[in-house]
């Protein structure tokens, strides 16, 4: 999997029908800058909002997957989603005309088609991936679904079918590193059961829907009747069931139905916003279920965020020890609040403080229940970044940080005698002119106690 973002190397444009509202709909997706994602924006409302193609702005999964931002919203995405993003593609802006993406042939073959066609442009800019650390599962009992990620190196996908249908049966499909997305997958068309359509007619849905863009599974054979009242559903002359589909149809695959789901599930977890790095074990997924996981996974993307990223061993030789410390800051004893730095490299720094009932501070905050004040906290953590800042410097004991700006402190939790506080900092920007700036971050077992951004300028002292 390339490490590069990837977008267009010129746009591309649809023209057919939305699925449900059957509205004539002009898409175009153009080129954009790294770091932009896959943004839809709606040309025919005002002010044409942008609706970032993502999980959080999810509003409707029930026969498709529908994003919504201000009341403005766009349907039916995962299609588009899935070949723009099996195709490679990381940044897009997508003009589009009305609340639907055209449905074209029920596939993704012609997106993909088309993307292959105009050709991608490698950016200067890192992809950003989640990789799976641990197992995550998702399950709905009662209705048979479950999904399962564990840890891999690439990304592969596995998807079963079972609707205890005599027609399709048990149907598996896989999506694994090497596979030509465009010839497997890509062509596979939606599917729906007979009995699911009339209530989706009555709903006033599928306008856009027709014998050509969709599978029709019949379980159950037809009387003439029906079979009449169907012609007249569809004002079609020529309807009839054969093999268990409707219209005599013939499949592209033996597991199309199976091979679709697949496709809707890479089109549904490409609103992860992230190229995955893992094994993905899918049973009867939807698009309720693949969005409900792919949310389940930003939560565990949070507590990952939160957690610290270097691991603290008393017993290791200290990269700064406090006799180290004093070479490079000039704090001393009460204002001395870094301990130990047990890692540094040229962007980030980790350090700890050993709180205890010692500290001066502790006799007037508060008598009775001693804290650690938080603004002690983050003159702690400036100090730690203090010794990034000096750590490639020749004479370190000559200069001196000063604060310039502190930005988005919060506090989670107290800070008591008896804690250790891991501190780390890390460059937000290189450090120009003397200007360093920081996000700054304070464990305590693990847990985030307190985070800020931190600004600060290295000056030479006068003497």
């Given at each position: 999997?390339?490490?590069?973002?990837?977008?267009?190397?010129?746009?591309?444009?649809?023209?057919g029908?939305g699925?449900?509202?059957?509205?004539n709909v002009?898409?175009?997706?153009?080129?954009?800058?790294?770091?932009?994602?896959?943004?839809?924006?709606?040309?025919?409302?005002?002010?044409?909002p942008?609706?970032?193609?993502?999980?959080?702005?999810?509003?409707?999964?029930?026969r498709?997957?529908?994003?919504?931002?201000?009341?403005?919203k766009?349907?039916?995405?995962?299609?588009?989603m899935?070949?723009?993003?099996?195709?490679?593609?990381?940044?897009?802006?997508?003009?589009?005309?009305?609340?639907?993406?055209?449905?074209?042939?029920?596939?993704?073959?012609e997106?993909?088609?088309?993307i292959?066609?105009?050709?991608?442009?490698?950016q200067?800019?890192?992809?950003?991936?989640?990789?799976?650390?641990?197992k995550?599962?998702?399950?709905?009992?009662?209705?048979?679904?479950e999904?399962?990620?564990?840890?891999?190196?690439d990304?592969?996908?596995?998807?079963?079918?079972?609707?205890?249908?005599?027609?399709?049966?048990?149907?598996?499909?896989?999506?694994v590193?090497?596979?030509?997305?465009?010839?497997?997958?890509?062509?596979?068309?939606?599917f729906?059961?007979?009995?699911?359509?009339?209530?989706?007619?009555?709903?006033?849905?599928?306008?856009?829907?027709?014998?050509?863009?969709?599978?029709?599974?019949?379980?159950?054979?037809?009387?003439?009747?029906?079979?009449?009242r169907l012609?007249k559903?569809?004002?079609?002359e020529?309807?009839?069931?054969?093999?268990?589909?409707?219209?005599?149809?013939?499949?592209?695959?033996?597991?199309?139905?199976?091979?679709?789901?697949?496709l809707d599930?890479?089109?549904?977890?490409?609103?992860?916003g992230?190229?995955?790095?893992?094994?993905?074990?899918?049973?009867?997924?939807g698009?309720?279920?693949?969005?409900a996981?792919?949310?389940?996974?930003?939560?565990e993307?949070?507590?990952?965020?939160?957690?610290?990223?270097?691991?603290?061993?008393?017993?290791?030789?200290?990269?700064?020890?406090?006799?180290?410390?004093?070479?490079v800051?000039?704090?001393?004893?009460?204002?001395?609040?870094?301990d130990?730095?047990?890692?540094?490299?040229?962007?980030?720094?980790?350090g700890?403080?050993?709180v205890t009932m010692?500290?001066?501070f502790?006799?007037g905050?508060?008598?009775?229940e001693?804290?650690?004040?938080g603004?002690?906290?983050?003159?702690?953590?400036a100090?730690?970044?203090?010794?990034?800042a000096?750590?490639?410097?020749?004479?370190?004991?000559?200069?001196s940080?000063?604060?310039?700006?502190?930005?988005?402190?919060?506090?989670?939790?107290?800070?008591?005698?008896?804690?250790?506080l891991?501190?780390?900092?890390?460059?937000?920007e290189?450090?120009?002119?003397?200007?360093?700036?920081?996000?700054?971050?304070?464990?305590v077992?693990?847990n985030?106690?307190?985070?800020?951004?931190l600004?600060a300028?290295v000056?030479?002292?006068?003497?």
């Amino acid at each position: 999997m390339s490490c590069k973002q990837k977008t267009l190397t010129s746009p591309i444009t649809f023209i057919g029908k939305g699925l449900h509202t059957g509205l004539n709909v002009t898409m175009t997706v153009n080129p954009a800058e790294p770091g932009t994602g896959i943004l839809f924006r709606r040309t025919d409302a005002d002010g044409q909002p942008c609706i970032p193609a993502l999980s959080d702005y999810v509003t409707d999964t029930s026969r498709g997957t529908t994003i919504e931002k201000d009341s403005v919203k766009v349907s039916t995405i995962e299609h588009i989603m899935a070949a723009l993003w099996t195709s490679g593609v990381d940044n897009a802006v997508i003009d589009i005309d009305a609340p639907e993406t055209p449905i074209l042939d029920g596939s993704a073959r012609e997106y993909v088609a088309k993307i292959a066609e105009a050709g991608l442009t490698e950016q200067d800019a890192d992809r950003d991936f989640y990789v799976v650390r641990e197992k995550i599962s998702y399950s709905v009992p009662e209705k048979g679904i479950e999904i399962e990620i564990y840890p891999d190196e690439d990304y592969s996908v596995s998807v079963h079918i079972d609707y205890n249908s005599n027609v399709l049966g048990n149907q598996y499909s896989t999506y694994v590193p090497g596979d030509d997305f465009a010839s497997k997958i890509a062509p596979c068309r939606t599917f729906v059961f007979l009995h699911e359509l009339e209530p989706l007619l009555n709903l006033n849905l599928i306008k856009g829907g027709d014998l050509d863009n969709a599978i029709v599974v019949v379980e159950n054979p037809m009387s003439e009747q029906e079979v009449d009242r169907l012609k007249k559903l569809f004002n079609k002359e020529d309807i009839k069931v054969s093999k268990g589909y409707l219209n005599n149809l013939e499949l592209r695959y033996r597991n199309e139905p199976a091979r679709h789901k697949l496709l809707d599930l890479l089109g549904d977890f490409a609103l992860l916003g992230k190229r995955i790095k893992g094994k993905v074990l899918a049973t009867r997924p939807g698009h309720a279920a693949n969005t409900a996981f792919i949310k389940q996974i930003k939560k565990e993307m949070r507590k990952a965020a939160s957690a610290p990223r270097y691991v603290y061993d008393p017993a290791s030789t200290p990269v700064y020890d406090i006799n180290q410390i004093c070479n490079v800051l000039p704090h001393r004893p009460p204002f001395l609040l870094v301990d130990r730095i047990f890692h540094i490299d040229s962007d980030s720094v980790a350090g700890i403080k050993n709180v205890t009932m010692n500290e001066p501070f502790f006799v007037g905050h508060f008598p009775e229940e001693p804290v650690m004040p938080g603004v002690l906290i983050i003159e702690a953590m400036a100090q730690c970044g203090g010794i990034l800042a000096l750590h490639n410097v020749e004479d370190p004991e000559n200069y001196s940080t000063y604060f310039m700006k502190i930005d988005g402190v919060k506090f989670k939790q107290k800070v008591v005698p008896g804690d250790t506080l891991q501190f780390e900092l890390r460059l937000t920007e290189p450090i120009r002119r003397g200007i360093v700036q920081m996000e700054a971050r304070a464990f305590v077992g693990g847990n985030l106690a307190t985070e800020a951004f931190l600004m600060a300028q290295v000056i030479k002292n006068k003497a």
